[in-house]
């Protein structure tokens, strides 16, 4: 699978504010460059901290040239990174659009996973330690390759971006960097997690770009 990752952060890091709300980093050509990064791929995905901040539909705003983009493939599915289904029955994700697949750990409840089935969610039990509230990422993304995902999107947030990092399954990273500060040493940056001491992922810049008034970086992982 190709694991494209998109964000935007500020220029001291941050994706959000310390009370974790959502905060419009991207100006308007850079939000239209994401909603045609989601023609590219077959699902887009967040984490469920992203989901409880942002309460995002992940659908694409802008359908004008999905012919020209997709041809008959059907609109990106949605992907929640969620091991107990703490996904809110009433999210916009759940709005009856495109499919919603749960990546859900063994500590989601069967109660729990039915509320959610009912609620239009697709759920896909991917394991995880059972000392751990974590998906298992990697076996996450296989059972979303079953399903015939072939190219993702994930938009973050930061906890899900650097799991995705720790196990080696980033390919591309493109980063738009707002003209803002944000501050907070609690906000959340682009890659949270534990950190890494040493085998610190290498990117290679393979473009750099004004977007807005911003900056617009691209990566590969080699
Ligand atoms: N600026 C941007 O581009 C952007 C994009 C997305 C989110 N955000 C912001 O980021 C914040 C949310 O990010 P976050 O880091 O708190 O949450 P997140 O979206 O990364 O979700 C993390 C949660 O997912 C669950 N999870 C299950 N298995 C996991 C695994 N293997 N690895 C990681 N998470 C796993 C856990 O419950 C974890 O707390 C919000 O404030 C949101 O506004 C900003
Ligand atoms: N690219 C980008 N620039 C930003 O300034 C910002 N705040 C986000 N935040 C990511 C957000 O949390 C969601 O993942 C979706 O980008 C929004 O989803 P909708 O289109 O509303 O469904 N993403």
Redesign the pocket.
């Known amino acids: 699978m190709h694991v494209h990752v998109?964000?935007?952060?500020s220029v001291d890091g941050k994706?959000?504010?310390h009370r974790?709300?959502?905060?419009a980093?991207?100006g308007d050509e850079d939000f239209a460059r994401v909603d045609r990064l989601r023609a590219e791929v077959d699902a887009v995905a967040?984490?469920?901290?992203?989901?409880?901040?942002?309460d995002p539909s992940l659908v694409r705003h802008d359908e004008s040239h999905r012919e020209a983009e997709r041809g008959d493939l059907p609109p990106p599915a949605r992907v929640v990174?969620?091991?107990?289904g703490?996904t809110p029955l009433d999210a916009s994700i759940l709005d009856g659009g495109p499919t919603t697949y749960l990546?859900a750990?063994d500590a989601l409840s069967t109660e729990r996973e039915r509320a959610l089935s009912g609620a239009g969610a697709t759920v896909l039990r991917t394991g995880?330690a059972s000392d751990s509230?974590?998906?298992?990422?990697e076996a996450?993304l296989s059972a979303l390759a079953d399903h015939g995902v072939e190219r993702l999107l994930v938009?973050?947030?930061?906890?899900?971006?650097?799991?995705?990092f720790d196990a080696g399954l980033v390919d591309r990273l493109t980063l738009?960097v707002g003209s803002m500060v944000v501050g907070g040493r609690d906000a959340?940056t682009l890659a949270?997690?534990a950190g890494f001491v040493e085998g610190f992922p290498a990117l290679s810049l393979a473009g750099v770009e004004q977007v807005d008034d911003g900056v617009l970086l691209r990566y590969d992982v080699p």
């Open positions: 998109n964000a935007a952060t994706l959000s504010t974790r709300e959502q905060v980093i991207s967040v984490g469920v901290g992203t989901v409880l901040a942002d990174v969620d091991s107990r703490r990546l750990a995880g509230d974590r998906v298992d990422i996450g938009e973050g947030g930061g906890e899900l971006i650097f799991s995705l738009y959340p949270d997690g």
